[in-house]
Nanobody
Framework: QVQLVESGGGLVQAGGSLRLSCVVS????????MAWFRQAPGKEREQVGS????????FYEDPVKGRFTISRDNDKNTVYLQMNLLEPEDTAIYYC????????????WGQGTQVTVST
């Protein structure tokens, strides 16, 4: 049974930084294309970005380009989301997700971690 557990969320002032972590267990982590999503109150869930199996390729959506960085450590079964220059609009629940193929459907999801950015 594959499990994803996020951590690292919290309250931060605008302009600050946070690093989220997502630990994957139950299968070989390097088999999974990983992504981060977020869902703000009253809004649909949106993808933040994704990272390939080896970690050499990463992709970002426009709202976070240049501010967020996704990385992974396959030895630690962990994917990270480094968030810099945070804005109040980044306030959301952040989820990590994994899939075996790219493209494909994300089959596995974490429970989410809350990020709140204050003005």
């Amino acid at each position: 049974q594959v499990q994803l557990v996020e951590s690292g969320g919290g309250l931060v002032q605008a302009g600050g930084s946070l690093r989220l972590s997502c630990v994957v267990s139950g299968d070989t982590f390097s088999k999974y294309w990983m992504a981060w999503f977020r869902q703000a109150p009253g809004k649909e869930r949106e993808q933040v970005g994704s990272i390939g199996w080896s970690g050499y390729n990463s992709f970002y959506e426009d709202p976070v380009k240049g501010r967020f960085t996704i990385s992974r450590d396959n030895d630690k079964n962990t994917v990270y989301l480094q968030m810099n220059l945070l804005e109040p609009e980044d306030t959301a629940i952040y989820y990590c997700a994994g899939r075996l193929t790219n493209p494909g459907t994300y089959q596995y999801w974490g429970q989410g971690t809350q990020v709140t950015v204050s003005t």
